[in-house]
């Protein structure tokens, strides 16, 4: 897979013959946009490129409020990447990444577009249903058939995909579950589990004392959403090497009563001893286990910590 970052004013050094394009943030990279990638797959031969046009940063972070800008992505640009080209079958080919900035937000979606064909020239155009591009989202699916009507290029329109409940499967909608501790949902609507990178910290190592050691974590993505405060049982990858374990994310009222908000990780089966300062960590968020509570005192915190791990690791028997 090829990574092409861009700006808008360079677009026209990239030269495309017969490709097939997708534009869209795709934040969350879910099974909605797994269906369109399909679709254009289907499309393809072996002569045309399937190309992804994708913005960074992602258009709400620049033209948002400061305040709202904070815990709003599901994945880094690196992120997005990475998941894309897990994909099987190499359903992706290019991913054209265009610099977005508050001057490219004004371009109306005509001008936009009509150096998108300049440069890609695509015999073949796949839209999610909602997806838009342009100044106030005026590029949708109704401009491309009122103003093209299939004469420069074949528009697909891809049909919202329903997750378990029969819900439509969005980003918005994923977001709002792992902000209220419905991982399980947002996991079946992205088609892996939710991850969350950063970086092992010195803690106070409170968690020895209690026989429940912990490596702390400084999320790597400061805007990416952080699940709801609680326990969670989860997996781990670091340094190449596969955890499993429970996570509290929160302020720690029963021992410490934080301002900032906290990510700590028991590790299970790990060696007291084990030195992971500095380590980069994948978290995988499997399944929420309880809410945020505090306790009575130290002695009713360890009684529940040993029943969460109990939880965690009858999980784990089963193969989650």
Do not use: W
């Amino acid at each position: 897979m090829v990574i092409i970052s861009t700006t808008y004013s360079k677009l026209d050094q990239l030269k495309y013959k017969d490709s097939i394009i997708t534009i869209g943030s795709f934040d969350g990279v879910h099974l909605g946009h797994k269906k369109v990638f399909e679709k254009m797959d289907y499309l393809s031969s072996n002569t045309s490129k399937k190309i992804l046009i994708t913005f960074d940063p992602h258009p709400f972070t620049i033209l948002n409020k400061k305040q709202d800008k904070k815990y709003y992505l599901l994945e880094s640009i690196n992120q997005k990447i990475e998941i894309i080209n897990s994909f099987e079958d190499s359903l992706i080919d290019v991913i054209v990444i265009i610099k977005f900035d508050k001057k490219l937000s004004f371009v109306s979606a005509s001008k936009f577009f009509t150096k998108i064909i300049q440069s890609f020239n695509p015999a073949d155009v796949v839209m999610g249903y909602d997806n838009a591009f342009g100044h106030k989202r005026e590029g949708d699916i109704n401009f491309l058939k009122e103003k093209y009507n299939n004469k420069e290029f074949k528009l697909h329109i891809v049909n919202p995909k329903q997750g378990n409940n029969r819900e439509i499967i969005s980003s918005t909608l994923i977001r709002k579950f792992i902000k209220t501790g419905k991982i399980e949902k947002a996991n079946n609507m992205l088609g892996r589990f939710y991850s969350v990178k950063g970086k092992v910290i010195r803690g106070e190592g409170l968690g020895k004392t209690i026989n429940f050691p912990t490596i702390n974590i400084l999320p790597s993505n400061k805007g990416q959403i952080t699940p709801i405060s609680g326990v969670y049982f989860v997996h781990l990858e670091i340094a190449s090497n596969k955890y499993i374990g429970m996570c509290n994310i929160g302020f720690r009222p029963t021992i410490t009563n934080n301002k900032e908000e906290t990510i700590e990780i028991h590790i299970f089966r790990a060696n007291i001893d084990m030195n992971f300062y500095n380590d980069e960590v994948n978290i995988y968020f499997i399944e929420y286990i309880r809410s945020e509570k505090k306790f009575k005192n130290i002695e009713f915190l360890i009684k529940q910590l040993k029943e969460d791990k109990k939880v965690c690791m009858s999980l784990m028997a089963k193969g989650v």
